[in-house]
């Protein structure tokens, strides 16, 4: 029999336990983090237009903004491929193939309230083209503008429909419309209206440095706080218009690790969830600790670009070859990189349909590398000294420090001295639009900056076609090749799939035909995670989705 003391014990126990029950639903529906770990040193910009390369798209480009075009992320297994994003259709004018109509997504809203439309479009893109434009940054310019750098001009044409101009047919625009990000006016003037300045210019920097600190897209996700160089927390957006990729979990952290071992340290003590590219020396420990490793061939290539101006070692073919026949990249791979890459033999390999058919074979050939520089009028008496600039770290860098000192001996043997110049992701990158010939380079006749291959665009058009030396573009090393010039031209204006991609691969084959690069590598893109994690898909491509991605307690 209880007695009045304990009756009094049992009705408080009986209350903790009701108090209980009203409490779990809260537990369950707790918050939940998911802190990653990225290989840049510092937050990619958050004001529209990323840098930080394709890491920075990745991070800061397509969680909090999208672009009228998008690339579907949600297989491991198929190809990503370019589909409708705020723009729902668009077509190229039969009569005017300079003149192409997009429809845009109704009810879309930026995550201040405001309304995405066509004015929004033609603002984003003056943001970037023209220079009177009041939103004009020139600091978003470098990273957009030779992205798509045949687009000359945007028009409205009602409140749902957007007529953009480009200076040439160019069947590329609406892949190359992927990397324009679609930034908040309405946000942007509330600022600039309120920004001190001494002009409008003035005033108009102002307004996008405070933007960069509470940004407004329309991605899935929304800017929560961001500390430079430390931390970026990012939360769900409820009211996104794709209501099948509101994110599953609350909120994301991006931490800035540029070093390896320091990565997988915090993956490994649980300071992070993910990690990008683990160090692979560390990937037997990790598995065994229950960690769980992903990976897939990307459209991605780790190569030397070559500097092809007056007086450049390596305008000689001869040695553009015997470089390429140099590398032994199945030791790399299985060596080095623990089976974390695929040995390349060019920006595509047999199967793709933009491989061609080259007949300069590129493998691991010592003997007929030897001979080649030989002829070239080197040997172990008289070695070729090639200067390589490239990054501790970085987007799509997989290891560069430890791959390049590998070249370094691989190529040592075949009568290269190689001298590395290494320097910051970023300023790498920087430099990299900038050109061999620009100070920046630093003497060097080679750059090491890894290079998306997911259009044709990317992929070649970039570095092959002579107008896209700097600053247009990314021909760093001045190729003139006026047989590439022609096969570009051919591809651009031709709007035939099946004839565009013959013309494509006609580029390449000649592009391997010439050594145009020393190809080295495919990246896997290597992730490592807490077994937490639930939900991620590894595409084939450098991007992720991060919006279907769940959290175990």
Not at 198 to 205: F, L, M, N, V
Not at 316 to 323: E, T, W
């Amino acid at each position: 029999m209880w007695s009045k003391k304990s009756g009094s014990g049992r009705s408080a126990a009986l209350l903790l336990a009701f108090a209980a029950t009203i409490a779990l639903p809260r537990i369950a529906a707790a918050e939940t983090t998911l802190r990653i770990g990225m290989t840049a040193a510092d937050i990619p910009r958050t004001l529209g237009q990323p840098d930080q390369g394709f890491e920075g798209n990745r991070f800061t480009g397509l969680t909090i903004y999208d672009a009228l075009t998008m690339w579907d992320l949600s297989s491991a297994e198929k190809a990503s491929v370019m589909i409708p994003g705020l723009a729902t259709e668009w077509a190229v004018d039969d009569a005017d193939k300079k003149k192409w109509t997009f429809k845009l997504r109704p009810g879309v809203k930026f995550h201040d309230g405001s309304p995405f439309n066509a004015d929004a479009v033609v603002w984003n893109v003056e943001k970037v083209l023209k220079q009177d434009a009041p939103q004009f940054d020139p600091s978003q310019v470098g990273v957009t503008a030779s992205r798509m750098p045949t687009l000359a001009s945007a028009r409205k044409i009602d409140d749902m429909t957007v007529e953009l101009t480009t200076k040439e047919p160019d069947s590329f625009l609406p892949i190359n419309l992927t990397n324009l990000f679609m930034a908040s006016p309405a946000k942007w003037q509330k600022l600039f209206d309120a920004a001190n300045g001494a002009d409008a210019k003035a005033k108009s920097q102002a307004a996008w440095a405070a933007f960069a600190k509470d940004a407004s897209g329309t991605g899935p996700w929304k800017m929560s706080s961001f500390t430079p160089r430390e931390r970026l927390e990012l939360v769900k957006n409820e009211n996104y218009w794709d209501k099948a990729r509101v994110p599953k979990v609350d909120k994301m952290l991006l931490l800035p690790m540029p070093e390896a071992n320091a990565r997988t340290a915090a993956l490994l003590s649980g300071q992070v969830d993910w990690i990008e590219a683990p160090a692979p020396d560390a990937v037997a420990e990790i598995k065994q600790r229950g960690f769980v490793i992903y990976s897939n061939e990307e459209p991605h290539v780790w190569p030397w670009q070559f500097s092809r101006i007056e007086g450049s070692p390596w305008n000689d073919i001869r040695v553009r070859k015997a470089a390429n026949l140099c590398i032994d990249r199945e030791s790399l791979r299985d060596g080095l990189l623990a089976g974390l890459m695929v040995p390349a033999t060019g920006t595509f390999e047999p199967g793709h349909p933009w491989r061609g058919k080259p007949t300069f074979q590129i493998k691991y050939d010592k003997p007929a590398a030897q001979k080649l520089m030989q002829e070239a009028g080197f040997g172990p008496n008289k070695k070729l000294t090639v200067k390589i600039q490239t990054s501790a770290s970085g987007s799509g860098q997989m290891l560069p420090l430890p791959m390049n000192e590998y070249l370094q001996q691989a190529l040592a043997e075949c009568y290269f001295d190689v001298q590395l110049d290494v320097i910051e992701w970023n300023t790498l990158f920087t430099n990299w639009r900038r050109g061999a010939k620009d100070a920046s380079a630093n003497g060097a006749n080679a750059t090491n900056v890894t290079y998306a291959a997911m259009d044709p665009f990317f992929a070649m058009v970039r570095f092959l076609q002579s107008s896209m030396a700097p600053p247009v573009s990314n021909n760093w090393g001045f190729i003139n090749n006026p047989k590439f010039d022609e096969l570009v031209t051919k591809a651009r204006q031709t709007f035939d799939p099946a004839a565009r991609d013959q013309a494509l691969a006609e580029l390449h084959a000649a592009s391997v035909d010439d050594a145009a690069f020393l190809y080295v590598a495919h990246d896997v893109a290597p992730r490592a995670m807490s077994p937490k994690v639930k939900g991620f898909v590894q595409p084939k491509s450098w991007f992720v989705d991060f919006s279907p991605i769940s959290m175990t307690p």
